[in-house]
């Protein structure tokens, strides 16, 4: 399959990117770190326990110079706003079956030289019980892949963590996760997964 590029974002997509990199340096972030090479990796978006971390996320990317992307359903990319979701990274999905949806993704990096997939395995910004664990079922089957994303609130820095290869024994790799997460501090740590066990349950059997 031929390797697609992204096109360059349009002038509302480039304002709002300059207004939120302006808005996080306002508040005191900076980006730490280097973006690993190559930029074909799946970024796990965690901890996510307030919208700031949308905002300072593409702040931090946007000081990185990178542009990341993520899954939105199908209805946010028609008109009018959907050439302004695909430019800000958008890729629409269709959600109706969890199966097609990774294999979209999958699909998607076959296409694509350089892709970075930015997924919140929290799934959502309150208290959440364990991880949904599309992303680690997408990079086995892309063979690409995981880096951590950071937002330490008790630094206010920002970056990208190593390359983590996903070796299909879920519990050593996402090990290895919170090993780098393990020092960061979210906004609100009384709603983030901060144990193993906690994401694990019956998703174990299901990745060894």
């Known amino acids: 399959m031929t390797a697609i590029e992204d096109d360059p974002p349009g002038l509302v997509a480039r304002a709002v990117r300059r207004l939120l990199l302006l808005l996080y340096r306002m508040r ?4 730490a770190g280097e973006v690993p090479e190559p930029r074909r990796f799946i970024i796990i978006a965690a901890p996510h326990t307030s ?6 996320y593409l702040g931090l990317t946007a000081d990185l110079g990178v542009r990341p ?6 209805s946010l990319f028609r008109w009018p ?9 958008g890729i629409p999905v269709d959600r109706t079956n969890a199966s097609n949806a990774v294999q979209q993704m ?15 395995p929290e799934g959502t910004r309150g208290k ?13 089957a892309a063979k690409v892949p995981m880096v951590v994303g950071l937002m330490d609130y008790g630094t206010k820095t920002g ?3 190593p390359l983590i290869w996903p070796t299909g024994d879920f519990r050593a790799d996402m090990t290895r996760v919170f090993d780098v ?8 740590p009384e709603r983030a997964v901060r144990s193993i066990d906690d994401i694990l349950g019956t998703e174990e059997g299901a990745h060894g």
């Open 106 to 120: 999958v699909d998607e990096f076959a296409r694509r030289a350089e892709f970075m997939l930015t997924v919140a």
């Open 81 to 89: 706003i959907g050439g302004f979701m695909r430019q800000m990274g």
């Open 181 to 188: 997460y393990k020092n960061c501090i979210p906004k609100f």
């Open 51 to 56: 919208n700031w971390d949308f905002v300072n």
């Open 69 to 74: 992307h993520f899954m939105g359903k199908l």
């Open 128 to 140: 959440a019980k364990k991880w949904r664990t599309g992303f680690y079922q997408i990079a086995m």
């Open 28 to 31: 005191g972030w900076k980006a």
């Open 159 to 161: 970056g990208l963590g």
